[in-house]
């Protein structure tokens, strides 16, 4: 009777172990582009929550209601959030009954919702430091652009989210114009 042996040899071994390198180096690059895709469509999402959650709450409610960039990082609880007038978004942002439509939250405005600042190398950047919805869910200011970019460490992925005067909301995935 003849022993029968089980097992890979050498050469087998090795062929295996190029097609692992192969399938690794290719994979690889493409996991760290699909991974600072993903980072950016989260964060263009998380923007885009809180826009449409201001014109709901403005169109349920009854009264003018304004997405406004954080003043300071440091601002995290609802009494003491104040807007930042510039279009720099990067502290985060915030959704508030403007009752009075001034643009600035004052101490009686009710903060629906906070979004902490994004994590470092990220940014959103805008003309404007607030968008306002009316009771009937309109923009009331002008159409705005605004851009969510990561440096380049993090895939360099930008998308550019769009409000119109109608208050409707439309996000690419390019840079804005």
Do not use: H
């Not at 172990?17 to 690794?24: D, E």
């Not at 923009?139 to 989210?161: I, M, P």
């Amino acid at each position: 009777m003849k022993k029968v042996q089980a097992g890979f040899t050498l050469v087998e071994l090795m062929i295996t172990l190029a097609v692992a390198i192969i399938v690794l180096a290719v994979g690889i690059p493409m996991y760290g582009s699909i991974v600072a895709n993903n980072r950016a469509v989260a964060q263009a999402n998380m923007f885009v929550t809180a826009l449409n959650m201001a014109k709901s709450e403005a169109v349920a409610q009854g009264i003018p209601v304004a997405v406004c960039a954080n003043a300071s990082a440091t601002n995290v609880t609802a009494s003491s959030l104040t807007c930042g007038g510039s279009g720099d978004w990067a502290n985060g942002w915030f959704v508030f009954q403007d009752v009075d439509s001034d643009a600035t939250r004052d101490s009686s405005e009710t903060v629906l919702k906070l979004w902490q600042a994004l994590e470092p190398g990220s940014n959103v950047t805008a003309s404007v430091g607030f968008v306002r919805y009316s009771s009937i869910g309109e923009n009331t200011g002008s159409a705005t652009d605004f851009e969510l970019t990561q440096d380049e460490t993090k895939g360099n992925q930008t998308r550019c989210v769009f409000v119109n005067a109608m208050g409707q909301i439309r996000t690419e995935r390019n840079a804005c114009p």
